[in-house]
């Protein structure tokens, strides 16, 4: 089994800045692409970014694109997702997950590939 908690969720205002970080545990972190998901109350869950076990490739939702990051350090078992320029729309319940795909360069948007899952951190970001 692997263990993933996520920490850095908070409240921002818009415009602002938050630094996601998700430590998985258990299994050797750098077998497993990762992705980051969330959720907003009534709303069904989004993929946000994926990274592959490699770091060079990754995966992110037009909703995010030019205001996210993802990145992964292997050595230190951590992967990240760099926010910023936040919306109130950005408001959700965000997931880091783990995916062990064959490739070290593949990464994957859909979250029926994830085996592992976090239990979330709660991002809020007034107007």
């Known amino acids: 089994q692997m263990q993933l908690v996520e920490s850095g969720g908070g409240l921002a205002q818009a415009g602002g800045s938050l630094r996601l970080s998700c430590a998985p545990s258990g299994r050797t972190f750098s077998d497993y692409a990762m992705g980051w998901f969330r959720q907003a109350p009534g709303k069904e869950r989004e993929t946000v970014a994926a990274?592959?076990?490699?770091?060079?490739?990754?995966y992110y939702a037009d909703s995010v694109k030019g205001r996210f990051t993802i990145s992964r350090d292997n050595a230190k078992n951590t992967v990240y997702l760099q926010v910023n320029s936040l919306k109130p729309e950005d408001t959700a319940v965000y997931y880091c997950?783990?995916?062990?795909?064959?490739?070290?360069?593949?990464?994957?948007?859909?979250?029926?590939?994830?085996?592992?899952w976090g239990q979330g951190t709660q991002v809020t970001v007034s107007s």
């Open positions: 990274i592959s076990r490699s770091g060079d490739n990754t």
């Open positions: 997950a783990a995916a062990a795909l064959l490739s070290r360069n593949s990464y994957s948007s859909r979250a029926s590939q994830y085996s592992y």
